[in-house]
C-alpha cells in the first residue's frame, strides 16, 4: 500500500524558512499519476489544506500560504516538496503529506494516504 513519509519539520524563528519533503512508495501504479499535497493542522484547530499539485503541475495553494510558500514535486523519485519562507507564528502546526488518484476537492485533508506528519515550531 501507498506509505508517505514526511521529514524537515523544525523549530524556527518568525521570518525564516524551512523546507519539508515528502517521500512515497508503494504505488500499484506510478506514483506519477497521484494528486500529492499538504495539510496541516494546529492544535484544537480544523485541518487546513496548504498545498496541492496534480500529476501536470496544477497547483493550488491556501489563502494563508499565497506567496510564501512553494509546493514542488519530483517525478522521478515521488517526492514531494514544501518550500515554507517567511514563516508567521500562525504557520506553527503539526504538517502532513497526502496523496489521492485524482485532486477531488482539491483539499489535502480530504485525500486517501497521508503520512504521520512533521512538527513545525514558530516562535
Known amino acids: 500500500h501507498v506509505q508517505l513519509v514526511e521529514s524537515g519539520g523544525a523549530s524556527v524563528q518568525a521570518g525564516e524558512s524551512l523546507s519539508l519533503s515528502c517521500t512515497t512508495s508503494g504505488y500499484n501504479y506510478t506514483g506519477t499519476g497521484y494528486c500529492m499535497g499538504w495539510y496541516r493542522q494546529a492544535p484544537e484547530k480544523m485541518a487546513e489544506n496548504v498545498a496541492v499539485i496534480d500529476r501536470n503541475g496544477r497547483i493550488k495553494y491556501g489563502d494563508s500560504v499565497k506567496g510564501r510558500f512553494t509546493v514542488s514535486r519530483d517525478s522521478a523519485t515521488n517526492t514531494l516538496y514544501l518550500q515554507m519562507n517567511s514563516l508567521k507564528h500562525e504557520d506553527a502546526a503539526i504538517y502532513y503529506c497526502?496523496?489521492?488518484w485524482g485532486c477531488g476537492s482539491w483539499h489535502a485533508a480530504d485525500f486517501g494516504y497521508r503520512g504521520l506528519g512533521t512538527q513545525v515550531t514558530v516562535s
Open positions: 497526502a496523496a489521492n
